[in-house]
């Protein structure tokens, strides 16, 4: 994949970056509480009401055995998803809108989520465990990072155009995924269902430290690395002059990229609209991209996400709606937004 080369860009007098750092951490420390509060709503809320304080006691085994069953076994795995899911998707997105350089690259516009529901869906179709899952989703992700690119180079595509590609390439993989749901026997169809949806049900402790442990890695490096995605922002001329390879850093990243939004995908399907439009949230609050602001997507994406979790089970008037359900509700207007806002300088530019 290439880019065009763009000249670096001027750097900020001293004192806006000081002003952008103090409001980039006060816009965190707000995330963190908001964070913290609908944590402890998730925790306390459902069927069976607990306090905020007996709930936060009995997700680390005090209090009442009921309670304890309830929170650790039942409540807490599906916040925990929700929470290390949306940080995924929302640094995925984030990492992708730069490499790209398009404002509607995220996993589920160019088919990495799709990929991943369709390696995870033939997973359960051929009976495998579901241990097995965040494997098969991160295996999906390259297969569609793989068609993206594929394409893209038969084609010679703008990188700009590479969005209409990864569109045609989540339609074919979300069509073969369907295709497998209706030959499914009836046992397994209900189960494989929230791969075309989106759900945060039923998760369990084991898919937590399996898929949630390897997004905390790769959540790690993409911090560590952000240095390497500024240096690819001065455009390909500069950043081989810095010494930097950039189609090797630009590959090592895309697929931190492809795994974060893979392994994400395994905990609750593909869910749509955070990593879409939190990144632009980001840009809107606190300005150019930092690793403080990296750093944000991932706490406004586990925001988001529980969020809106939270909003259909206790909120909405209809039971059992999925997540997906909701973020795609809210995901569709802002992606025609992006399009149309997209589109007026190419149309001027060809008149």
């Known amino acids: 994949m290439t880019t065009t080369p763009t000249s670096p860009a001027p750097r900020a007098p001293r004192g806006a970056r000081v002003r952008q750092r103090r409001r980039t951490l006060l816009i965190c420390l707000l995330a963190l509480a908001l964070l913290v509060t609908l944590t402890t709503v998730g925790l306390s809320t459902g069927e069976l009401s607990i306090p905020p304080l007996t709930a936060l006691r009995a997700l680390f085994g005090f209090g009442d055995a009921g309670d304890v069953l309830v929170v650790q076994q039942f409540r807490a795995p599906r916040v925990l998803a929700a929470l290390i899911a949306g940080a995924g998707l929302a640094v995925s997105g984030a990492l992708l809108q730069r490499l790209f350089r398009n404002p509607l690259a995220s996993p589920d516009v160019v088919g990495v989520t799709g990929g991943a529901s369709f390696g995870a869906v033939l997973l359960l179709a051929l009976g495998a465990s579901q241990l097995l899952v965040p494997l098969a989703a991160l295996g999906g992700g390259l297969i569609a990072a793989g068609l993206l690119g ?202």
């Open 150 to 351: 594929a394409f893209a180079w038969r084609s010679r595509a703008a990188v700009g155009r590479l969005v209409l590609v990864g569109l045609a390439v989540q339609s074919g993989l979300a069509a073969a995924v369907n295709l497998m749901i209706v030959r499914f026997p009836a046992e397994l169809a209900s189960s494989a269902l929230q791969w075309t949806t989106g759900s945060l049900y039923g998760r369990t402790w084991t898919e937590i430290w399996v898929g949630g442990g390897a997004i905390t890695v790769a959540l790690t490096a993409v911090l560590l690395l952000d240095r390497r995605v500024a240096v690819l922002d001065l455009g390909d001329d500069s950043a081989g002059g810095l010494g930097l390879r950039p189609d090797r850093a630009r590959l090592q990243l895309l697929l931190l990229a492809i795994t974060l939004a893979s392994l994400a995908a395994s905990l609750t399907g593909p869910v749509g609209f955070v990593a879409l439009a939190v990144p632009h949230l980001v840009r809107f609050l606190a300005g150019p991209p930092t690793p403080a602001t990296l750093a944000l997507c991932g706490l406004l994406g586990a925001v988001l996400l529980l969020g809106a979790d939270l909003t259909v089970l206790h909120l909405l008037p209809v039971a059992g709606l999925p997540v997906g359900a909701m973020t795609a509700t809210l995901g569709a207007p802002w992606l025609l937004v992006l399009m149309i806002r997209q589109g007026r300088p190419m149309n001027r530019s060809t008149r």
